[in-house]
């Protein structure tokens, strides 16, 4: 049994939705804690900076609100990812906005940093840092983050190449502390898999984008309803990091997705050259194929809570 920090423990679901680049907002996130997941957000959606002060603040205030409402059924707690590499010439600023918020639960992203970890830790915060393999899952840890989110083969924007079973198991070898699973999580049964295997936690995002409350324009989320696994194309040519992305989007672009060039890991970069790319070049992982609909956020987490519940049964027969 995992050591879970008291803030992660009791969730009505095993699911964290994933901090999505642009897509996210303070609508999307509050939907989901109010469902019963934690809801996630990128600092940096908010622009210009000071938007996130009004972004938290929302978050803040209505989660708090419906937790008064409703003390029997509290909301999920929710999430803020922080790309803690060096192009984010922001992350100081977001942070100190984030601790003045008190922020439940840290997303960190591209580097560990101890600083920022300690910032966290200084009221009771909770720091999950995504790692694409067991070596950068080590450097975590030792450098104070409290769980790992473990982005394997198959995820939605950067994503690794490991298969899920290789990449939880060789981390549960020696790390007992929470584990949250990413990589093409779209059903219920899917969650339980992802216990099943050594997970604490599932890691959904790219369902998430066909939701109405995602800020993802409708071609988007159509595209992420007619997709499948076959759409996928992997590359680092868009920011310099490897990622999954809709096949469908990059011909848009003028470009042919079965020949790609190789991208520069030296470019990377999370300013305007990355918002472009993003909001050009839509990411999604390989789950997509079971996504049939763009409904509301309480829909589908109803729906997975459903799915879920069947695959226990099941499992229990």
Not at 101 to 127: F, M
Request: net charge neutral.
């Amino acid at each position: 049994m995992s050591k879970l920090p008291k803030t992660l423990q009791n969730l009505p679901l095993p699911i964290i939705g994933s901090p999505l680049f642009i897509i996210s907002n303070p609508k999307l996130v509050i939907a989901q804690c109010i469902a019963g997941v934690v809801g996630a957000m990128p600092a940096l959606n908010a622009r210009p900076a000071a938007q996130l002060d009004d972004w938290l603040a929302e978050i803040t205030e209505t989660l708090a609100a419906y937790n008064r409402a409703n003390p029997d059924k509290p909301a999920a707690p929710f999430a803020i990812n922080q790309i803690v590499h060096k192009s984010n010439e922001r992350l100081d600023h977001d942070m100190q906005l984030c601790v003045k918020y008190k922020v439940p639960v840290y997303i960190t992203s591209l580097g560990a940093r101890e600083d920022v970890n300690a910032a966290a830790h200084s009221y009771g915060g909770v720091v999950l840092h995504d790692i694409i393999n067991n070596r950068f899952a080590h450097k975590a840890i030792e450098k104070g983050a409290d769980g790992l989110v473990a982005v394997a083969a198959g995820a939605g924007g950067h994503a690794g190449i490991k298969s899920p079973f290789a990449l939880v198991q060789e981390i549960r070898q020696w790390f007992d502390g929470p584990v949250a699973l990413s990589g093409a999580i779209s059903t219920g049964g899917a969650v339980l898999a992802a216990q099943a295997m050594g997970a604490d936690f599932a890691y959904i995002g790219s369902a998430f984008i066909a939701t109405e409350e995602a800020r993802a324009a409708d071609a988007y989320k159509q595209a992420i309803v007619e997709g499948s696994s076959d759409d996928i194309v992997y590359s680092n040519l868009f920011t310099g990091v490897h990622g999954n992305y809709l096949a469908p989007s990059i011909r848009a672009a003028g470009l042919d997705p079965d020949n790609l060039p190789a991208g520069d890991p030296g470019t990377m970069n999370f300013g305007g050259d990355a918002k472009k790319a993003w909001k050009d070049i839509w990411g999604s992982g390989q789950g997509i194929g079971a996504i049939s609909k763009v409904q509301s956020t309480a829909d589908y987490v109803a729906q997975l809570k459903r799915e879920y519940q069947q695959a226990r049964q099941r499992i229990c027969l």
